[in-house]
Structure formats: structure tokens, C-alpha cells
């Protein structure tokens, strides 16, 4: 087929809808490798939209490619924990072996190097993803082996080889390199379940009475903001819509998070079966499971649980018998783009828009997807409601805290003995889990990801509870051995200004200046007033639209509080009234290329 | 350091770095003013009484123009060393000016278009040389604004400032008095 | 038509219930400052500069409704310096040449850095490289002024009500494209629309400029916002 072929036959696939937009793109990736101007043109043209409408998103995600990115595509992680775990000598090896730069492709054609942020996969840097599957644990050594195979020719299953995870990781439809390292499985998540229970008993209550269970058992949303559910259902069921819709956010961005990928491939139909809950609850008719695309090697498998579950009338008309009760969930993946965890991006980029946070009210649950009614659910939210509506109020909220009841899934990565995944009672304290997850001569813990707060040694008797040190679930052990500053907090920051979507003027430019400012401190450049300038940031980024921007500098501004010495030891202490960031030598140095002119 | 003469004149000095010299003729501007101004003051290094080099220290320095060469980067530290306060005049002082419109070109763009591959070289330059001697100043890699080179104490925006915001902010330094912004005289063309 | 009670800076006052915020503090002199909100036009809470208190928490006023018992609060130090902060970062985000500019005088941008006496702003100048579009027979686009409020992604459409102008990319790379498809016919009438729909001059229509000497452009002598208070 030719590609304008192509593009129609794809277009047709989803009836010419432009909210099925990010599907289109991603199929069209898939058969065309990337999406060149022309393509966006003809998009456009078989779409009726204005090709500025099709750019727009094209160019929003990552992972659509403008041009192409070599017959296979390698994105490397570049987030801190695979840079703890040796992602620059890979990368190194990568490029020797594939004789180009990340950001290239080879001169053959064959290999493009790329960086991605954070992949999900902390416990086992460093990673990268290659043609969308994952290939974790990687070496130098094991880098240039796939180069040479790629040279070769190889598949991707030939690539992988046969060394394939526990659990579904080995699955015929995953087969997959990705290890789920459970440490510890608690009682919600990874307790006992046999699928269909909670549907079957659920379905014996009325909506109102599911809602009140919840709401008895303070279910509070898992992605970190914590909400309570059984609320947020029931705005949703007061709500009027022609059409209500569940969301599962399975957007899990957060560098150092990767509950969510492990709950997919070894809990998806507690997944599923929570948003029939939710639909039961709320009224909703569709559901839809948005996944980040670096979990798309899940696709397959997922399609499959879903299937199964349509067959036992657990998803699909009249579900569990109840006549009227019809209910479905199809998966929306997403491409490379760390705001769209924030629902109403989620949201945008579902209808197949660029994933801008909207402005609230109205929130989702008034006027979500296609203007409708919506609950977003984090994954874990979802686990728990399910286990609730099963086993009782009392036996949730025997466990927790006063304000946190339940458990908490903890991503924990960085330089430990045992990363992974642990299921635990929230109001563990953070020294707890450092010794469970075997880390020693600890200098920081980033708590909740970037987003969170970094916590020195004199913090760690601290909870994690919704009281105390709220989570969405992960963290990052950083040893003494680290800068701090250097390996850490400026990876952070960089990350924030590449997620920002742009639209509100203090994310946008203030992510890049404060990372210029952040690289003149750690240059030792840096003066008191800008440490202060950085401190005062933090007023202007809390106007921000959601909470990608009000949280960014977090990872600058939660160092100087607790790290105050690393900033001050590195500050220039000359003569204040003369710049130490101006450098004339280094200001002379482009004349002297063109002149051959001296720079003394 | 010390400054004011023995009559208690304040000492003013000011120098056009990459400017054009406008902001100078904004303040010429003054009028009759200047009259008064000479009772308030004396001046030192300056282009209006052609004092070429510093002769004693100074507490205000005059600012016009960014900095585009290696000779704007020594004066204005040159100014920073022997004034006690210094004021950016103008635009280009402030953020480089037009001048600046260069800093989104790389150095040898500009260098080339100038000398070498420009409409007009021919002419000028038959043999395409880029000019480099010890006697001319070195072009730094972009403009930098004043306050990136050193510390600069006030700022008075305009292209040219308006000549009632030069003598307002002046009479309110020399006076010890917060400067006092005016809308009508507050512009940055 | 229903009205609804609500209090504003410490006064009560009545408004149209479901107003916008900006609108009903303006109807009762009460001057928020806005700079990617445009009347008639679809608010999207883009530069934040209108952010006030709405019963004590911080809300875009261009994006809020007026609703009974409401109690707004447009100014207070802490809002009045990071109103000052936001037009510093866009100054300092761009290519800002006032004396070359073709809106000075008339720019929105400019007069809210009048109002708030920017000298120099408190922020890194980043002086990004940055295009200047002249392909369109009748538009420029001029990315180095561009402040990237979406009036014009919001305000302007052909005749069959198609977008001309949308955003690429994300973040610190974020732009404003022009659809060289739907904006192929556009009228004289529409080029000068979106051009005055631009607060700043990152629109021009081709042959337009300088046409309104100093001295007698909108904000030559008085603060913007001096129509609603003084």
C-alpha cells in the first residue's frame, strides 16, 4: 500500500473521528515509522481539520517522530536512576557501536539513538526501549551485543533473547525482559483475588450504597493528591451527561514509579473490575484505560484480559446478570509525554489533543472527556476498591493511619540492596523501608518523585500517610556518594522543563531559568541572591495551572531547605560587584574562531 | 573610595559603550537645566567634558549602551571600580538594545554577512577580510546587557530615556531621595 | 437575567450571575490586569497575570464565574509583585526590541511593564533564537514577540470556522503555527483582526506599522487599565 492508502485505511479504522486522533498517529507510526510533514497534511486533508489542528499533537508527544528514527529506534533512559546505575557508559556504548550521537541515526539508517525520560523501569536501570520494547539491565557490553544484532538484522524477539521476567512478564502475549521484583506483596494489591467476586457482590447493592462503602472505608486516590474516591463518585453520579465515563490513569510518569507497570501485568483484572465498580457506581456506559506508551508492550496482553473478561460477562452487556448494566473499557495509549498523568491532560490528549492541564472548574467529574461527565482513577485507587468491596470497611481500615487507610504501593529504587516493589500499611516510616529495601550510608531520599520533596537523614523517622509525607509511591534512595546537586536535582529540573506543556507563563520559562541558574551554582557561579531568587520562585510557580507547574522547582526548592550547605559551599564569594558568570575569554571565543584573534 | 569635591560637588562620569550615543543626547536634552546641573555637579570622565580617562572617583557613573566588544567589557569595569552608583541608561544599557538583535545570530553569521558575503563587500572589502588587529576592539560572542558584566545600581529605560526621567532620577540621586518614576517619562522607545 | 450578590475588594456588589470575573470587576471599576484574556473570546487561563482570591484561594479571574456570596480579592502585595514577575519573565523569555517594534506605544505587554514600572526584569534575559515568518502574503509572524496567550489560536477563524493559528511543541519550545491551508484566502479585514487580536507585535499584517505616532499611541499617556480606575 501506498501511504496516502495507508492513511485512509487507518482513518477508517477509527470512522474519521479526530478525538481518536492519538490512535491514528500511533497506528501510522507504527506502519510508517514516523510521521513526516506530508503525512500530517494528508491527515488533515482525510480528517477535515486543519493541518495546524494535526501539528499540534503531532508535536506535543515525544514519541512521534518527525523524521526517522533508524529501523530500530532505541530510547535510553536518561532519568537520575539509570544514570546511578551506568546509563552514561551505555550510552557511550551505544554510541561507539552505532557510530553516531543520541539524537542521530546511523548513517545507514539502521540505529537512531534517542534520550526518553524515565521509562518505569528504576528497578532495574539501566533501560532503554527499543522498536516499544523494553530492554532492561543494560551493559555496555550488552549494548554493543545489540547494536551488532541490530546490524544483523535481527527481530526484536531475537534481540530480547530468551531471558524473560517472572510472572506474566513471560506470558506469550508479553514476553517481556521486565522483572516485577514484589519484595513484599501486601494484602490489597497483591492479596488474595479471584476475579468476578467483588462484581458479583457489588452488583447485588444499589450505586448508592457501593458509593456509601467507599466513602465508609475513606478510599482516597492513590496518585498522590489523594481524594477521596467514594466523593469524586459521587459528583460523577450527580452529575448529567448523555454519557459518563470512567478513566483508569495508568500515566504513571513520576520518575522513579513503576507500581502501576507491575500491578498491569500481575493485577489488570482487579484493575478492570474496579472500574466496573466505579461504572456500577457512577452509571457510566464506557471506560477507558489510558497507559503511558512505554507500558504499550502490555498491549497485547491487556487486549487479552479484557477479551476474557467480555467472555465472562464481567465486562460487556448486562454485566453479572444485572440487565441494563452495560459496561466496557477499551485502552487509549499515550506517547511520551509525562503531563498527560495530570487528569485533565489526560483527558485532552484522549480526545486527541496536545495534553494541556485545563483550567477548573469544571472539574472531570462535572465535564470530562468529550464534555461528559468523568471519573479518573489512579490504578492503585481502582486495586483498592475492589479489595473494600470485598472484604468490608472494617477490614481496610484496620490498616493505615488515622487519615490513610489501606495500603500503599511503593516504587523504591536508587542505590539499595533490593529495589522494587512493596506493598506495605501506610505510616510506615521512611527509615523502615530503608531497611527493608537494604540501603545503607543514605545522603537523601527523593519522596513522591521529583514532584515530592527531597528528605535528609534527620527526616527519616517520618511517615508515609497523607498526614505526613503523601506519596503517589516512590522512592529514590540517593547514597552519600552522590552530588546531590549535580546527579540529582539537576536531572530533575531538566526533566520539568521538557514536560512542561508551555501554556501558563511561570512553568514555561521559569523551569529553564531556574535550571541555567541551578548549572551557574553548581559551576560554583552561583551568589546568594540567586539561591534567594530560586527560594521566591517557588511563590510564582504555585499560580501555575496544575500540578506539574506548581510542583517543578520542588526538586531546587525542597534541596535548599533541606540541603541549605550544598548550595552555600558552592557559591562564588568575590568581589559582589563584578559578575562571576560574565567570562571574557570565553565571551572572545567565537571572534577567535573567525579571526584567529587571541582571548586574554 | 572617595568621592565629591571639595565644594561638595558629587562627582558624575559617564561613558557610550555599544550605544549611539542617543542617550547622551537625550540628556543634553535637559536644556537650560544643565545650568542648574552644573552647580550640582562636577564632571569627570565623559564625552561632554571630553575627560578621557578617570582622574578621581566618582559617585555617579552614566551608562549608555551594552556591551558588544572586549573595550565596552574594561570600561564599564572601569566605571564599576570608580563610581559609587551606577545607573544603565537606555535601552541598550538595560538588555543590549538593537544591537542585541544580533544575539540570536551566531557571530560568524554576522561576521561573514558583514565582510564577506554581504551585498555591499564587494566594494568595500575586495579581499573579504574580516577585520582583527591589536589596535580594534575583539567582538564578544553576543551583546550582554550591563548588569551581566557588573553590578548596576539603577536602571532608566527609554530609547533614549525621556530627558525629564535623566533629570528626575539624577536631581533624586544626588539628593539621596528614592527615584521616582513618572508614567509620561516612563517609556522603553 | 439573574443577579447575584458578591463581594469585591471588601465591597459588595451585584453582577450578572455566570459573569466573567474580569468583566463584572470592571463594570464595577475595579481595574484586573489581563494580558492573554481578549473579549469575545474563549478564556483560557494562559498568563495567569488576572490571578486574584476567590474565597481565599488563588483563581484566574479571566476564567472565573461570579457566583452568589463570592468573595474576591484583586490585589495584595504578594499578588501585585508576582503580576510584575509574570510580565518580567515574558520580557526576559523573548526577544522584547521596544524601540524597533511596530506595536510599541500600542502594545498591552509593554503597558502592563509601564503600569508595574519594570526597569529591568528579575530573570535571566534567555534571548532565544527565533524566527521571523514572512511567507504569508499578508501576515508576519514574528516568534521573537510572540507571548503565546492563544488570542489568536482562540479568537481567529476563516469563514468556514476553521483554526488558522495553533500551538507545536511543548514547553520551553512551545509556538504559534499558522495554517498555510486555512489562512490561504483570508481577508484584508481578518489579517487586521488577528493582528489587533495580538496583544504584542508578534502579528503584523504586511505594508501595516507605525502608522500612530509617538505620542498619540493608546498608551503613551495613560496607564492601560486607566479606563477602569484610575
Redesign the interface.
Not at chain 3, 478564556?43 to 497575570?49: D, L, Q
Not at chain 3, 493559528?165 to 519550545?173: E, S, T
Given at each position: 500500500m501506498t501511504s496516502p492508502e495507508i492513511i485512509e485505511t487507518i482513518i477508517a479504522r477509527y470512522q474519521g473521528d479526530e478525538t481518536r486522533l492519538m490512535d491514528i498517529l500511533i497506528d501510522l507510526q507504527d506502519e510508517l515509522g514516523h510521521l513526516s510533514s506530508e503525512t500530517v497534511v494528508q491527515i488533515a486533508a482525510a480528517l477535515k481539520i486543519p493541518q495546524v489542528n494535526v501539528e499540534q499533537t503531532v508535536s506535543f508527544y515525544h514519541f512521534f517522530a518527525r523524521e526517522p528514527r533508524g529501523v530500530y529506534t532505541v530510547y535510553l533512559n536518561n532519568s537520575v536512576v539509570a544514570y546511578f546505575r551506568g546509563a552514561a557508559e551505555v550510552a557511550a556504548a551505544f554510541e561507539e557501536a552505532a557510530q553516531c550521537r543520541f539524537g542521530e541515526v546511523s548513517a545507514d539508517g539502521v540505529v537512531g539513538l534517542f534520550q526518553t525520560a524515565c521509562i518505569g523501569m528504576s528497578d532495574q536501570e539501566p533501560s532503554a526501549l527499543i522498536n516499544g520494547h523494553v530492554f532492561p539491565r543494560l551493559t555496555p557490553q550488552r549494548a554493543r551485543e545489540l547494536v551488532e544484532g541490530m546490524r544483523a538484522g535481527w527481530t526484536i524477539l531475537e534481540l530480547k533473547g530468551t531471558g524473560f521476567g517472572d510472572g506474566n512478564n513471560a506470558h506469550p502475549l508479553v514476553r517481556a525482559l521486565v522483572r516485577n521484583h514484589i519484595r513484599v506483596p501486601g494484602l490489597t494489591v497483591f492479596g488474595e483475588y479471584h476475579p468476578g467476586e467483588a462484581i458479583a457482590k457489588v452488583t447485588q447493592m444499589s450505586s448508592g450504597e457501593v458509593i456509601a462503602t467507599i466513602k465508609a472505608a475513606s478510599v482516597r486516590g492513590r496518585g498522590g493528591a489523594g481524594f477521596p474516591t467514594g466523593m469524586k463518585w459521587e459528583f460523577a453520579r450527580r452529575a448529567t451527561g448523555e454519557m459518563k465515563y470512567i478513566f483508569c490513569n495508568a500515566d504513571e510518569g513520576e520518575p522513579g514509579t513503576f507500581k502501576d507497570r507491575v500491578i498491569l501485568t500481575e493485577r489488570p483484572q482487579m484493575v478492570f473490575e474496579g472500574m466496573v465498580i466505579a461504572a456500577y457506581a457512577v452509571g457510566a456506559r464506557q471506560g477507558i484505560l489510558y497507559v503511558r506508551n512505554e507500558y504499550r508492550y502490555l498491549h497485547d496482553y491487556l487486549e487479552s484480559v479484557l477479551e476474557d473478561m467480555r467472555r465472562r460477562n464481567l465486562l460487556g452487556a448486562s454485566i453479572g446478570g444485572v440487565p441494563g448494566f452495560h459496561f466496557d473499557v477499551s485502552i487509549q495509549f499515550g506517547a511520551g509525554a509525562y503531563v498527560c498523568g495530570e487528569e485533565s491532560a489526560l483527558i485532552e490528549s484522549a480526545e486527541g489533543k496536545r495534553g494541556e492541564p485545563r483550567d477548573r472548574p469544571p472539574f472531570p467529574v462535572e465535564k470530562g472527556y468529550l464534555q461528559q461527565p468523568t471519573v479518573v482513577n489512579n490504578v492503585e485507587t481502582l486495586c483498592s476498591v475492589v479489595q473494600v468491596m470485598l472484604k468490608g470497611t472494617d477490614w481496610y481500615n484496620r490498616m493505615g493511619t488515622e487519615q490513610s487507610k489501606g495500603t500503599k504501593v511503593l516504587s523504591i529504587s536508587g542505590d539499595c540492596d533490593r529495589p522494587g516493589i512493596y506493598e506495605v500499611e501506610w505510616g510506615f516510616s521512611v527509615r523502615d523501608m530503608l531497611a527493608m529495601a537494604g540501603a545503607r550510608d543514605v545522603q537523601a531520599v527523593q519522596v513522591g518523585g521529583p514532584s515530592g520533596a527531597c528528605i535528609a537523614p534527620g527526616e527519616f523517622d517520618r511517615v508515609l500517610a497523607y498526614e505526613d509525607l503523601a506519596t503517589g509511591g516512590s522512592l529514590i534512595i540517593i547514597g552519600r556518594h552522590r552530588d546531590l546537586l549535580r546527579d540529582v536535582v539537576l536531572n530533575f529540573t531538566r526533566f520539568f522543563r521538557e514536560e512542561s506543556c508551555g501554556a501558563c507563563v511561570p512553568c514555561r520559562a521559569l523551569t529553564g531559568m531556574a535550571q541555567r541558574i541551578l548549572e551557574r551554582i553548581i559551576d560554583g557561579k552561583g551568589r546568594a541572591e540567586d539561591v534567594e531568587h530560586l527560594k521566591s520562585w517557588l511563590g510564582i510557580m504555585r499560580y501555575n495551572r496544575c500540578g506539574l507547574g506548581q510542583t517543578a522547582l520542588h526538586p531546587i526548592t525542597s534541596t535548599i531547605k533541606n540541603f541549605p550547605h550544598l548550595y552555600e559551599e558552592r557559591l562564588d564569594q568575590s568581589d559582589p560587584r563584578f559578575a562571576p558568570t560574565f567570562d571574557l575569554a570565553a565571551a572572545l571565543e567565537d571572534y577567535a574562531a573567525a579571526t584567529g584573534a587571541g582571548t586574554e | 573610595m572617595s568621592a565629591g569635591t571639595p565644594t561638595g560637588k558629587k562627582i558624575v562620569a559617564t561613558t557610550s559603550l555599544a550605544g549611539c550615543f542617543g542617550c547622551h543626547m537625550s540628556f543634553l536634552d535637559i536644556d537650560e537645566r544643565l545650568l542648574d546641573l552644573i552647580e550640582l555637579v562636577e564632571f569627570n570622565k565623559s564625552p561632554l567634558d571630553d575627560i578621557k580617562t578617570f582622574t578621581k572617583d566618582c559617585d555617579i557613573g552614566l551608562i549608555e549602551g551594552g556591551c558588544c566588544n572586549d573595550e565596552n567589557v574594561h570600561v564599564l569595569m572601569e566605571f564599576r571600580r570608580r563610581c559609587k552608583t551606577l545607573v544603565a541608561l537606555g535601552e541598550c544599557a538595560i538588555m543590549g538594545g538593537l544591537p542585541a538583535m544580533r544575539n540570536t545570530i551566531s557571530l560568524q553569521e554576522c561576521l561573514d554577512e558583514a565582510y564577506r558575503l554581504g551585498p555591499t563587500v564587494a566594494d568595500s572589502n575586495p579581499g573579504r577580510i574580516i577585520p582583527c588587529d591589536p589596535d580594534i576592539p575583539r567582538i564578544l560572542n553576543r551583546v550582554y546587557p550591563c548588569h551581566e558584566v557588573v553590578q548596576i545600581d539603577y536602571f532608566l529605560p527609554g530609547c533614549p530615556p525621556n530627558a525629564d526621567l535623566i533629570w528626575d532620577a539624577l536631581t533624586s540621586l544626588l539628593a539621596g531621595k528614592e527615584l521616582a518614576l513618572e508614567y509620561r517619562t516612563f517609556k522603553y522607545d | 437575567m439573574a443577579f447575584v450578590r458578591f463581594m469585591l475588594d471588601g465591597q459588595e456588589y451585584l453582577a450578572e450571575e455566570g459573569a466573567q470575573l474580569v468583566a463584572a470587576a470592571k463594570d464595577c471599576g475595579v481595574y484586573i490586569p489581563t494580558l492573554c484574556n481578549y473579549p469575545g473570546v474563549r478564556?483560557?487561563?494562559?498568563?495567569?497575570?488576572c490571578?486574584v482570591l476567590v474565597n481565599g484561594i488563588?483563581h484566574?479571574a479571566c476564567?472565573t464565574k461570579v457566583v452568589e456570596d463570592m468573595s474576591v480579592v484583586t490585589s495584595t502585595p504578594?499578588l501585585e509583585a508576582?503580576r510584575k514577575?509574570?510580565v518580567e519573565?515574558?520580557?526576559?523569555?523573548g526577544?522584547h526590541?521596544?524601540?524597533?517594534?511596530e506595536r510599541?506605544?500600542n502594545c498591552e505587554l509593554?503597558a502592563l511593564?509601564?503600569r508595574y514600572?519594570m526597569?529591568?526584569p528579575?530573570?535571566?534575559?534567555?534571548?532565544?533564537?527565533?524566527d521571523v515568518e514572512a511567507w504569508h502574503p499578508k501576515l508576519i509572524k514574528d516568534h521573537?514577540r510572540c507571548?503565546?496567550c492563544?488570542r489568536c489560536i482562540r479568537g481567529i477563524f476563516n469563514e468556514e470556522g476553521?483554526?488558522?493559528?495553533?500551538?507545536?511543541?511543548?514547553?520551553?519550545?512551545?509556538i504559534i503555527?499558522?495554517?498555510?491551508?486555512?489562512s490561504k484566502d483570508i481577508s484584508d479585514e481578518l489579517a487586521q483582526q488577528a493582528m489587533d487580536i495580538c496583544p504584542v507585535g508578534a502579528i503584523l499584517r504586511k505594508g501595516k506599522g507605525f502608522d500612530v505616532p509617538?505620542g498619540r499611541r493608546t498608551y503613551?499617556?495613560?496607564?492601560i487599565g486607566s479606563e477602569v480606575a484610575p
Open positions: - | - | 478564556p483560557k487561563g494562559a498568563c495567569r497575570i490571578t488563588p484566574t476564567t504578594e508576582f514577575s509574570i519573565i515574558l520580557f526576559a523569555e526577544n526590541l521596544c524601540p524597533i517594534c510599541s506605544g509593554q511593564a509601564y514600572r526597569t529591568v528579575q530573570f535571566p534575559y534567555l534571548f532565544p533564537k527565533r521573537n507571548i503565546l492563544k476553521q483554526a488558522i493559528f495553533a500551538f507545536g511543541k511543548r514547553g520551553d519550545r512551545l503555527n499558522i495554517d498555510p491551508e486555512t509617538i503613551d499617556q495613560q496607564p
